[in-house]
């Protein structure tokens, strides 16, 4: 599904990533954990095709993802990988629903089929009712939900979540912890998730630790 060779990245002389090797299967749940400043956002960052690295491949099946111009890029970005992050980034502008929306919306569907679709999820995710009230009108769990309806609006292959229970209390987080494996479950998707969280690491498939900005285990 993923394969990662020989990948490398620095910001001036500070080397953030090692020569990082590493593959990920389709439906897996996978936990990159490792101390503040091991290069695990930056990783996903790549994975994420938000940034490049200095050298090295990043292969979804058989596609180098590396070698792709801005244009391809950003349209293979929209159509396969699905972004959770720790606050939200919910446009406070827009209602719930719309900002699910605006990923299918982006990638060229009507506005009556991406609420089709939404409105799908977030039955599925038990938020519907909430779908006309805008993000401030929303608990933090609920705000997290919507986040994880818009990350999944175009049914990508891959899901990357960067510390998405960071900002939630112990009940939200582990009900986002349970989340993800019944989306797995459901839609067979694979998650890559950047956690300091010990008990959802723990739930994974499997744990990628990084030191120093190279894969240790």
Do not use: W
């Not at 009507?110 to 799908?120: C, H, I, L, V």
Request: proline share 3%.
């Amino acid at each position: 599904m993923i394969r990662v060779e020989r990948l490398n990245k620095s910001y001036g002389t500070l080397h953030v990533l090692r020569d990082i090797n590493l593959t990920i299967q389709q439906g897996e749940i996978v936990s990159i954990v490792g101390a503040s400043g091991a290069g695990k956002t930056t990783l996903l960052q790549m994975l994420g095709t938000l940034d490049k690295p200095d050298s090295g491949h990043i292969y979804y099946n058989d596609t180098d993802v590396i070698g792709l111009d801005e244009k391809a890029l950003s349209r293979f970005r929209n159509q396969n990988v699905g972004f959770v992050f720790q606050f939200h980034n919910l446009l406070p502008e827009f209602t719930a629903l719309e900002n699910v929306c605006l990923p299918a919306l982006i990638g060229g569907r009507s506005m009556a089929e991406a609420t089709d679709e939404a409105m799908q999820l977030l039955k599925f995710l038990n938020v519907a009712d909430r779908a006309s009230h805008k993000p401030a009108q929303l608990s933090g769990g609920e705000q997290q939900r919507f986040a994880v309806a818009r990350a999944l609006i175009n049914r990508p292959a891959v899901v990357l979540a960067d510390e998405p229970s960071g900002n939630l209390d112990t009940k939200h987080a582990e009900e986002l912890h349970d989340l993800f494996f019944q989306l797995r479950d459901r839609y067979r998707q694979t998650f890559v998730i950047v956690t300091h969280n010990t008990a959802l690491a723990q739930k994974s498939d499997r744990q990628i630790t990084l030191r120093d900005g190279a894969v240790v285990s």
